[in-house]
């Protein structure tokens, strides 16, 4: 049967890919690695060590807003701190991530979905900003990404502040 918006699977929605599955340390390499210089760790000059599921940072990319993912291994924490640190504010300006799940049913049918998945996934859901259909999402490198900041809303002395993330008004 295909995804209904009760079904959480037909949701749209950003789903992260799967570059968790190799969970290899990317601290740089110091000294060669004795299995030789052809060895995965001697070639990228990473540690190469095995990562624990936590031990990761998110870097989240410019024009998608996709996660590209940092793994460290238990010897490395000090070092994955580092990059988290540093990914901060480059992530805080990153756009929402363009969905890449989900969002079939509305490119198909007419209808008021977003009353319908909140009915299913609660009056919190959020849809994604670019939109609920599939058919309206950027195809990242076919595509132009428009620029889709998150807009915040502030009251100030009564007056309604429009704030993007580039601080314009
Ligand atoms: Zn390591």
Known sequence: ???????RRGRPRYATGKDRARRVCAAPRLRPHPDGPEDFRNRLGICGSNADWEHHAIEKQAGTG?????????????HL????????????RAPEPIPNKGGLLPAY??????????HRLGEGWQPPAYGLSAD?????????????????LAALDGTLLVETPGGGR
């Open 1 to 7: 049967m295909a995804p209904g918006p009760g079904d």
């Open 109 to 118: 049918f007419e209808s008021d979905w977003l009353h319908a998945y909140r």
């Open 136 to 152: 309206d999402w950027p195809v990242p490198g076919a595509d132009p990404v428009p620029p889709r900041a998150r807009l915040r």
């Open 81 to 92: 701190e580092r990059v988290r640190e540093q990914l901060r504010e480059p992530n805080s």
């Open 66 to 78: 996709w996660y590209k993912y940092h793994w460290y291994c238990k010897r490395h924490v000090d």
